[in-house]
């Protein structure tokens, strides 16, 4: 079985080699991922400082899985908590799921944060566990300032779908106003990217901050792709 435990103690094992460390948090993310999977990895590149070339900081791999790890213990207690309330909702007759579904059991193609899976570089700038902590006060019925994914207060950035606008947080693109259409609509990323130059951090340079030369690099990638 595939199990997070196991993989994030991969991650830590200093006795292999970087690509079967990296690959070992890869599963990790895999198993849990608040942002997505593609947000997610591309917010701990930048979060850990993971460099371009591993072998520049072998650590920024375990740093990285434990800033996932942190948040996923957050989650699995609440988590816990929401299986146990359910079961005692059976028992008492009351099958139907409460609306709003609990955040982690929400799918992404009618969520407000479809943006993080068809842009890897929009997501909230908090650390998972904050993001996660923040998930779980709303859960408890808690009202939060600003975004609710990210808690940005900035005013909203307007998107036309042609027919309509959609509201999104400055942020990291949360629908706060959907299409008066009813329809969720793709989000459809500002700059192309490429996403296997982000799987091997062609944003990051060496020494673990963003290359600078980068956004040009990769259009030209995305040129030559197509
Ligand atoms: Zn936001
Ligand atoms: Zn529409």
Redesign the pocket.
Known sequence: MTSFPTHRTRVHDARLPLHRRHSALRTCITLFAPYGFRATYHHLTLSAAIPRRLEADPDALVRAVEELHEARVLWLARAEEYAAQRRSEKRAGRRAVVNPRPWWLQSWWEGSNRAWYEDPFRH?SLRLAEYVRRQNTMLDGAGLP???????DRPLESISTGHGWVE???????VLAPCPCGQRHRFVPQTPFNWKGIWQRAHMSDDGTPNPHWARASQLDVARES
């Open positions: 909230p600003g975004c609710p994914a990210c808690g940005d999104l947080c400055r942020g990291c693109a949360w």
